[in-house]
């Protein structure tokens, strides 16, 4: 899952526009995956979502500026 999940490609550009508040909502619903799942998973899975986390709240950040 990667930011640009969260982005809405434009129709007529070509390009996308990012949705802020879809981008918000997987980054909620992955940091309550990750709280439910903490104890069940390996230490690659626990570094692997952590990583995931870490990069898309700070894609988010820079979005938001």
Same mark, same amino acid.
């Given at each position: 899952v990667t930011l640009t999940r969260a982005t809405v490609s *434009? =129709? @007529? @550009? *070509?390009? @996308? !526009?990012? !949705? +802020?508040?879809? =981008?918000?909502? @997987? +980054?909620?619903?992955l940091s309550m995956l990750q709280e439910k799942v903490e104890k069940g998973i390996d230490a690659d899975e626990k570094r692997l979502l952590e990583g995931l986390l870490y990069e898309l709240r700070m894609k988010y950040v820079l979005l938001k500026k």
């Open positions: *434009g =129709a @007529t @550009t *070509g390009g @996308t !526009n990012p !949705n +802020i508040s879809m =981008a918000k909502h @997987t +980054i909620d619903l």
